[in-house]
């Protein structure tokens, strides 16, 4: 994980240029930040005191949304680091979301909130000074960076602290809660990649059976949704799950076998879940990807 999220040695030389006082403040308050929704990187155009031709914009949100019952392996950890990092490049955004349970200190929270600018066009860059577009792009540069430092710090936040210890899962509230947000992204196209067991622990209903993963009837736990209103609205994204049916590594050791029918009813399910929640289920990795999100 680390390895994928380093900073590199252009960050190195924007820091040595002095221009770390003004754009560190960017990265100053990741978490005060993340919480209200805020961007946590510097605005570079704002930092450059150019105007900007067009409004802000956000072509592709990704929403990273990761289940803190699901204790992944360090393979599955550097797939999902594979997935995210090609997505972060100018003019996206990225918020990072953990969840598990209303349990044992654990909670839905967003950890981060980062939104990188759009390059000038060339015959922008026309017209303005040549200082100013050094700045410019020196910030822009750094926004780059910054992101990957910052998404890192925020997956091995995360990912250190999954326990399958953790007592229940809800999935299909804690979904609906990150939804909202999802929902109201003003950006053109919205993913979420979510790391999930996708396995419902809670008060509504449980996917186990004997520590290993139960053969669910689609229509019977439909019907839980509906009655507790757990629909949600992802406005339109897609949606791609890593992790589906994972179970811990002792039951593992213990041979628990997971049947294509199971599998085959765990995705059904979510596929009319999400269907129902305005968004459509495009990749259902038991457990990886078996392709890069497109």
Not at 27 to 38: F, I, R, V
Not at 64 to 76: A, G, K, M, N, R
Not at 163 to 191: E, H, Y
Not at 253 to 266: E, F, H, I, S
Request: positive net charge; charged residues 15%; glycine residues 6%.
């Amino acid at each position: 994980m680390t390895a994928s999220f380093s900073l590199g040695r252009p960050t190195a030389r924007l820091l040595s240029m002095g221009l770390a006082a003004g754009l560190a403040l960017g990265l100053a308050s990741t978490a005060a930040l993340a919480d209200t929704g805020n961007n946590a990187l510097p605005d570079c155009y704002q930092f450059a005191q150019i105007k900007r031709q067009t409004p802000a914009s956000v072509q592709t949100e990704l929403f990273v949304v990761i289940d803190q019952t699901t204790p992944f392996s360090s393979e599955l950890r550097q797939s999902l680091a594979q997935q995210i990092g090609p997505l972060l490049s100018p003019g996206n955004a990225l918020s990072v979301f953990a969840f598990s349970a209303y349990t044992q200190g654990y909670y839905t929270r967003r950890l981060l909130h980062a939104r990188m600018d759009t390059p000038m066009s060339a015959d922008a860059r026309d017209g303005a000074g040549k200082a100013l577009l050094q700045k410019l792009d020196q910030c822009l540069v750094f926004q780059k960076q910054g992101i990957h430092k910052l998404t890192q710090e925020a997956l091995v936040k995360i990912l250190s602290q999954a326990s399958s210890s953790i007592a229940k899962s809800d999935v299909l509230g804690s979904l609906k809660d990150i939804s909202t947000q999802v929902q109201a992204s003003p950006a053109q196209r919205k993913i979420v990649l979510l790391a999930s067991d996708m396995l419902e622990n809670s008060s509504v209903s449980s996917f186990y059976s004997s520590k290993a993963v139960r053969r669910i009837d689609v229509a019977t736990e439909w019907k839980k949704v509906e009655s507790n209103q757990l629909t949600a609205d992802f406005g339109g994204a897609q949606i791609y799950v890593l992790g589906a049916g994972l179970i811990d590594s002792d039951t593992q050791k213990n041979g628990v076998y997971r049947d294509p029918q199971t599998m085959n009813a765990l995705r059904a399910f979510w596929e009319q879940y999400f269907t129902a929640s305005h968004a459509k289920l495009a990749g259902f990795g038991t457990p990886d990807l078996l392709g890069k999100i497109q």
